[in-house]
């Protein structure tokens, strides 16, 4: 018996001193401040919250510290934000930034409101958020109200409702930056490299195109056969910036991500970024059929070593029309097959529907739509692709066989043909000129 309840003793001991010290369990319960919020009217604000991947996040919070939630009504997400900043915001490249923006409302202590009137001047002055990147993470509400002071109470936290979005200093420049373009607005467009046949050597970067020089999209070919520009803003006397939507729609490739090949190709390697600015500085509108690195990465040194490759490539994936992914699917469903206009004169691209989808071209040399809707802003339409296309003529491969013309053996049969042939010329006495009759 007493080796027994030595034994239990000596194996409780173990299992306490074999447990690892530093493995903390986070129980978040049913009447936590989070499952609260997830509940709640403001649906908009949880949605964002999940859609940042704030949730473990903010568990950590709770096993170390009781929060305080200032939480946006959804009248005030719905009326008072910003569509392009909501754009930006749920790209997912600018995840950083949305989860600054949401933990700039989170401080990490509990602050009731005995006094709702002095409320948010307590908590700009002696509190902090959790949003740790912003330099000064002090709450700024400004001209914000609180209208709903301790509106969800939970033993954890507690939420009070405001009626703005509060916006850290670094959230809004990141978004300034990205409309600005700062990050590429020093890159200059650059022609493809030329070997000059005659010395072996690179040919010297032609010139760029002047402001307000021709656009030498549609080389040597008539009006007819270009679109019409749609008005521009205001009339003809106001001038539109494409120039900035072009850099607008190519930022926007870099920070969806996938498409880092096809903004270099516009930005550096040709001067398509300059002449698409240019066409839509005129009235005119585009839709982009972008295909992704991974099908970039397919193309060969062949494939892109001629001269004006790459310009040819990317002006057969550039349409002189808006659409969007509703659209072409739409047309294609209705339709079966349609034809787009390309860049590329008087070359044209096909799509189709297929599995659900838009299919671009036929055989080996299709693509589907793959990432609908990048970019859409109404002039410049962008929408993800997973191939790189090309014209039918340039897809049928032309075997060429040499093949040795074959040697026609002659056998020598005397028959009736012979002799009647003999008999003829015998009658006109030219029979010794032919030994065949001998």
Do not use: W
Not at 234 to 261: C, M, P, W
Not at 406 to 411: L, T
Request: aromatic share 8%; proline share 6%; net charge negative.
């Amino acid at each position: 018996m007493d080796l027994n309840i030595h034994g239990a003793f000596v194996i409780l001991f173990l299992l306490l001193h074999l447990t690892p010290i530093n493995a903390t369990t986070i129980h978040i319960t049913s009447n936590s401040i989070l499952v609260a919020l997830l509940d709640s009217h403001y649906t908009h604000l949880s949605e964002l919250v999940e859609k940042a991947l704030l949730l473990q996040t903010l568990e950590q919070t709770l096993s170390h510290h009781n929060i305080t939630i200032f939480a946006p009504t959804n009248q005030a997400l719905e009326q008072h934000l910003h569509p392009e900043f909501k754009h930006f915001l749920l790209q997912p490249g600018n995840i950083k930034s949305l989860q600054n923006l949401l933990l700039f409302h989170i401080v990490p202590f509990r602050v009731g409101s005995k006094y709702p009137e002095l409320l948010l001047h307590t908590v700009h002055t002696h509190y902090e958020t959790l949003c740790v990147d912003e330099n000064d993470n002090r709450l700024h509400f400004g001209s914000v109200k609180l209208t709903r002071p301790d509106d969800i109470i939970r033993p954890d936290g507690l939420i009070h409702g405001i009626d703005r979005l509060l916006v850290p200093e670094l959230v809004q420049q990141e978004f300034n930056r990205r409309r600005s373009l700062s990050s590429i607005s020093a890159v200059l467009p650059e022609g493809a490299p030329v070997v000059d046949p005659r010395t072996n050597r690179l040919k010297k970067p032609a010139a760029l195109v002047p402001t307000g020089a021709p656009i030498p999209v549609y080389e040597a070919s008539g009006p007819g056969l270009a679109p019409a520009p749609a008005p521009g803003p205001g009339g003809s006397r106001h001038y539109f910036d494409g120039a900035t939507q072009v850099k607008d729609f190519i930022q926007t490739l870099i920070h969806y991500g996938g498409y880092n090949e096809l903004a270099d190709i516009l930005v550096n390697l040709t001067s398509l970024a300059t002449e698409m600015g240019k066409l839509v500085s005129e009235g005119y509108v585009l839709t982009v059929l972008a295909p992704n690195d991974e099908a970039m990465a397919k193309l060969t040194t062949e494939q892109l070593s001629d001269s004006g490759a790459p310009e040819r490539i990317m002006y057969y994936h550039m349409i002189p029309e808006y659409q969007t992914e509703e659209s072409m699917y739409n047309s294609v469903r209705r339709f079966g097959k349609v034809e787009y206009d390309t860049l590329r004169l008087p070359e044209k691209v096909v799509a189709e529907e297929a599995d659900g989808s838009v299919k671009f071209g036929s055989g080996e040399e299709s693509a589907y739509l793959f990432d609908p809707d990048i970019y859409t802003d109404g002039r410049i339409s962008v929408q993800g692709i997973d191939g790189v296309l090309f014209p039918v003529a340039e897809t049928v491969e032309k075997m060429v066989v040499d093949v040795a013309p074959a040697k026609a053996v002659v056998k020598q049969n005397r028959g009736k043909l012979l002799e009647v042939a003999c008999s003829i010329v015998d009658a006109f006495g030219q029979a010794s000129q032919f030994t065949s009759c001998y």
